[in-house]
């Protein structure tokens, strides 16, 4: 077997349909495009969006707003959680969270917040932390260390 021999299984390939070569052969006329207009001329095709000459949906609908590509979005983590997940003594940082399962994707970032109450001392090592999250662990006997 060589390159010489190789060839297209059977129905593998199609002849290509000459349109335009007499009526007997059903795309003769019209080719296929039906009857004048714009989209029988060859060239002719309309943009996407074009409604006719008349005023277009994205144009009629009022515009408000922008949209930031710029925007962090952080996925947000309460002491609440990691007192229930974690345990007295324990080093936490987003590769810790990730583990446990407290969050499946970091997103740009996690960021400890303050929504309920923390009793057991941890040391948590994030580059997000709201200033109450802070005063709730440090009161709880831990230790807050701002990583970048």
């Known amino acids: 077997m060589d390159l010489s021999t190789l060839k297209a299984p059977a129905g593998a390939t199609k002849k290509r349909k ?13 080719s296929g495009k039906g009857h ?26 009022p515009k408000r707003g922008f949209r930031n590509p710029f925007r962090k979005s952080f996925v947000a983590v309460n002491v609440s959680d990691l007192a229930r997940i974690f345990e007295k003594g324990a080093v936490i940082d987003e590769a810790a969270i990730l583990e446990s ?42 230790s807050v260390e701002e990583v970048i």
């Open 18 to 30: 000459r349109v335009g070569r007499g009526d007997a052969s059903g795309q003769g006329g019209t």
């Open 101 to 142: 399962g407290l969050v499946k994707k970091k997103g740009d970032g996690i960021k400890i917040l303050a929504k309920g109450n923390i009793d057991i001392p941890v040391t948590i090592k994030m580059a997000h932390i709201s200033a109450a999250a802070k005063e709730k662990i440090t009161a709880a006997g831990g």
């Open 36 to 61: 004048k207009g714009q989209k029988a001329r060859s060239g002719g095709h309309i943009r996407s969006g074009f409604e006719g000459g008349q005023m277009p949906m994205a144009r009629r609908l």
